[in-house]
């Protein structure tokens, strides 16, 4: 039951509504079927029960808020494709070794490599090259530190090879070049394939056929030669377009009812409205799923081709709002079905409105829609280097702060279940609690604000030091309130340093003070404003202190101090404010917000628009949020239209204490950044934060290109160590579990583009193929790696592609002790051939060994295992018989893959352990 709260809605209406109809677009989550919910107002266009997209109608929303059989509406927001247009650099390439370029040769050649150091480090660079099944062809002659490792030699044969550069000794980076004769396919330009391994296995036939590689995008340039067999031949089945309405003829996909589908027929006569004005989608396809066949001549076919070059095309021109988003999902993964295909789907796109665990609408819904042959691949975002999340640990009163500059300031929050707060807003030029001295050390905080102090007891709250240096009159502006016949009052003292105190006194003076030595006591309620001089410590510093005292007659709630502010010629210096909503502050007096949960207000809080106030809207919801029990909600603060940078305050006092304390806040909009509390991790985008979607970030591949103008281009941005780019996001997840999952090559990424849409030095030599970064370039990658997979095996779950991705990524001094969430797992990379054929052999029903060495010999020797029942485990020992490790273990059935690593380099034996007892065992080298 929705119990009044719909996330969003209430603060920015008809943020996604249809001015037709007044319906808003929605995520809906309700056990009910879709027919069922037809009836309630609501109309659903996609997803799979319980996670629903939809139209709401808006007239619909008071009865459903009391529906108990829909559990959850949330207003569709916003995402954003995650590229980094990349600016111009040099036309070579580094290594951070130990790294490793795969490569095929279709026959004998001759090979010449060249590896130098780079200035800003030590490194001493080495050069080996390996063939396919790691037996060492040849080492460079190095000459020592400071001198370019030298590898003259011959391939003997076709086939795959491994050229690793390693550190001889020191670090740094490595510019390498790579002369042959000519019968060498090199990593292309795009360094797409930068140790995957996808050129070999395209050598091998592994290369996507028979599989669906879909995109959500900004659509896709159909009539690119990169994505055609021949003239005649589209290998792009559908595409539709959700951003147009149909006409003359044309359809809606009749599932979902909106927007224009066209299918290859269209597309081969070329009747259709589609461009991908962007550049993005094509970019992305191009990436995973391109050819490579486009060129002006300049550059070979094929230089530019992705990493599932045959396979089929599927593309959806997105609206870019979340539900829309599954929907495009959802149509991608129902046409593929309707053929018989196994899909893999990219999203290159991504946006912060949500919980950050897979939890929520937009991850869940797409989470509901994966299965067998049905994987989403998503990128990690461009947020690393972006302080616009906030985490803190809260056992009693605690703090975030945050700048907003601009319009809007939209952030999203998140605590555990169990826990409540009192959360304070404090605009700019206030204080944080953390800032003032309050005796006694509990409590007191309490007794001035709501004025319920204890009888006898004195007490006090003293501010932090105000800087009166430049000030020349400057005055205390006190807003307090009394309950006449409570029996209490208090005093207020200012100080120069803290130690010394003195009274000071209204202007106007108090006003039937009786009681107590002069202080206010209150003859007469009702909130009041006092001014009093603080002429005589202008020049230097001052702090403000209010002692409360109590004769224990008469009833509570004394004197209660509402708010301050201390300034100078009208000029605010200082203020502090304690509540909101009682009404009767002086025009221009700084107050706050206080929120607690089940509470959705909205006040002007803060000074004049000039000097940083605005309209603070907050909503905090009592009900826990879907799926993760969380209790949330989101402030949204409206300023002028191009006020200042201010920081404002967020006080969380821990009113209930049944969870652990953690709270998360994100930015979800454009501009301001998190200061206290910030932390650069925990910026993974949804939907790549599922625990079903392969999250890919992103690291340095190489640093140039040339471009159609035949100019050669250098950026200094993307040259810097460590190798991950500072932009891709980290993890973990708001539920603490490492993501990405791996990273792939983001900077900088050749792949198909229209090219009337780019500029001249953003393009490739062939004028076909453009530049690009980001996370976005990096994660179809992944996508086009998770299509040879399903060419293997179409059952693959995306469970079973994560394990497997995680299992073979490259791991190196660079990635560090990995998993982390920087890093993930490592570098995408993708097995040798028989272990895909290994696949091909499982999906089939073909019986397995039990024990198969792929990679017998080399720096990570592989070991492949099938056991069919009982207990297991997967044994390293010596040449002696002596049992190093466990390598796996677990139940039957049951198969997976092993590397061998971490050890001395040497012969090994590895041996798998049934019913107690060694049933099959193989012979390891494991190489330096």
Not at 404 to 416: I, K, N, R, S, V
Not at 427 to 436: E, I, R, V
Request: charged share 15%.
């Amino acid at each position: 039951m929705i119990s009044g709260f719909i996330l969003s809605a209430v603060l920015s209406p008809g943020l996604a509504m249809r001015k037709d109809t007044g319906s808003i677009r929605c995520f809906v989550v309700s056990d009910l079927p879709a027919s069922a919910l037809r009836s309630r107002g609501i109309r659903v266009t996609g997803g799979k029960r319980p996670y629903y997209t939809a139209w709401v109608e808006a007239g619909a929303l008071p009865a459903l808020k009391e529906d108990p059989a829909v559990s959850y509406i949330q207003e569709a927001r916003p995402v954003f494709p995650l590229n980094d247009l990349a600016a111009p650099w040099s036309a070579s390439y580094f290594l951070y070794p130990p790294d490793t370029v795969d490569f095929t040769a279709s026959g004998p050649d001759t090979l010449q490599v060249i590896a130098t150091y780079d200035t800003a480090g030590n490194l001493d660079p080495q050069v080996e090259l390996y063939d396919w099944d790691w037996r060492l062809i040849g080492a460079d002659q190095d000459g020592g530190w400071g001198r370019a490792a030298r590898l003259e030699t011959r391939l003997p044969g076709p086939g795959g090879y491994h050229l690793v550069v390693s550190p001889q000794s020191g670090s740094g980076a490595a510019r390498v070049y790579i002369l042959s004769g000519g019968a060498l396919s090199l990593p292309d330009a795009s360094f797409v394939h930068l140790g995957t391994g996808a050129w070999v296995q395209h050598s091998h036939g592994f290369t996507g056929k028979g599989v669906v590689v879909g995109a959500v995008d900004s659509g896709l340039d159909w009539d690119h030669e990169d994505f055609w067999s021949s003239p005649a031949d589209t290998r792009i089945i559908r595409i539709w377009n959700q951003t147009i309405a149909p006409s003359g003829g044309e359809s809606p996909p009749p599932e979902f009812g909106y927007g224009v589908e066209y299918d290859s027929l269209d597309i081969v006569s070329g009747t259709l409205r589609e461009a991908d004005t962007m550049g993005h989608g094509t970019h992305v396809v191009g990436t995973a799923a391109g050819d490579g066949s486009a060129t002006n001549g300049l550059e070979p076919p094929g230089r530019y081709a992705g990493l599932a070059p045959e396979a089929y095309i599927i593309a959806v021109k997105t609206t870019w709002l979340d539900a829309d988003i599954v929907d495009g999902v959802d149509y991608i993964f129902r046409r593929a079905e309707a053929l018989g295909l196994p899909c893999v789907v990219n999203l290159s796109l991504g946006g912060h409105y949500g919980p950050h665990d897979g939890t929520g609408p937009f991850e869940s819904a797409i989470a509901n829609l994966t299965g067998p042959g049905r994987i989403v691949v998503g990128a990690a975002g461009n947020s690393g280097s972006d302080p616009m999340h906030a985490r803190v640990i809260v056992s009693g009163t605690d703090s975030i702060s945050f700048q907003a500059g601009g319009f809007l300031y939209e952030a999203l929050f998140f605590h555990t279940g169990g826990d409540s707060y009192r959360m304070t807003f404090l605009p700019p030029g206030t204080s944080s609690l953390q800032d003032w001295e309050y005796n006694p050390t509990s409590g007191a905080w309490e007794t001035a604000r709501d004025g319920d102090y204890r009888p006898n007891l004195t007490c006090f709250i003293a501010s932090p030091s105000i800087d009166l240096a430049g000030a020349v009159s400057p005055e205390l502006i006190l807003i307090h309130s009394f309950a006449m016949g409570s029996g209490d009052g208090g005093i207020v003292e200012a100080s120069r340093d803290g130690e010394v105190w003195e009274k000071v006194f209204p202007k106007d003076g108090y006003g039937g003070s009786t009681g107590f030595e002069p202080g206010f006591t209150g003859s007469s309620g009702g909130i009041t404003a006092d001014t009093f001089d603080l002429s005589e410590y202008a020049g230097g510093t001052v702090r403000i202190r209010f002692r409360m005292f109590s004769d224990g007659t008469g009833v509570a709630d004394g004197w209660r101090i509402d708010s301050l502010e201390v300034s100078d010629a009208g000029a605010p210096l200082f203020s502090e404010g304690f509540s909101a909503g009682d009404g009767g502050f002086s025009p221009g007096i700084v107050n706050s917000l206080v929120v607690r949960p089940g509470t959705s207000p909205g006040a002007w809080v803060g000074p004049g628009a000039s000097e940083g106030g605005g309209y603070l809207r907050v909503s905090y919801s009592n009900v826990p949020y879907p799926g993760n029990g969380c209790l949330f909600g989101e402030w949204v603060i409206e300023g002028p239209s191009n006020p200042p940078v201010y920081t404002w305050r967020l006080v969380l006092e821990r009113e209930g204490a049944g969870g652990d304390g953690q709270f998360d806040a994100w930015r979800y909009g454009y501009g301001g950044a998190f200061v206290r509390g910030a932390t650069l991790g925990g910026t993974i985008v949804e939907p790549a934060c599922s625990p079903k979607v392969l999250a890919v970030g992103a690291y340095g591949a190489r640093t140039g290109w040339e471009s159609c103008e035949g100019t050669h281009y250098d950026n200094w941005i993307y040259q810097t160590v460590p190798f991950i780019r500072s932009w891709s996001s980290k993890g973990p997840t708001r539920d603490n579990r490492i993501k990405p999952d791996l990273v792939a090559a983001g900077t900088v990424i050749s792949s198909a583009s229209e090219d009337a849409s780019w500029p001249a030095w953003q393009l490739s030599l062939d004028g076909k193929h453009a530049i690009m970064a980001g996370t976005s370039m990096a994660a179809p990658q992944g996508t086009g790696a998770v299509a040879l997979l399903l060419q293997a095996h179409p059952g693959l779950t995306p469970e079973e592609a994560i394990s497997l991705f995680r299992q073979w990524a490259n791991r190196d001094t660079i990635t560090g002790f990995a998993p982390d969430t920087i890093w993930g797992w490592g570098r995408l990379a993708l097995p040798d051939t028989a272990f895909l054929k290994t696949l091909e052999n499982i999906a089939s029903g073909v019986a397995q060994p039990p024990l198969r060495a792929f990679s017998s010999v080399g720096p990570k020797p592989i070991i492949a295992y099938s056991v069919q029942t009982g207990d297991f485990s997967v044994e390293l020992y010596d040449v002696a018989g002596r049992r190093i490790k466990t390598l796996a273990s677990g139940k039957g059935p049951a198969s997976g893959r092993v590397s061998v690593f971490g050890v001395p380099m040497g012969v090994y034996l590895v041996g798998l352990r049934t019913a107690g007892q060694v049933a099959a065992r193989t012979k390891v080298l494991v190489t330096k």
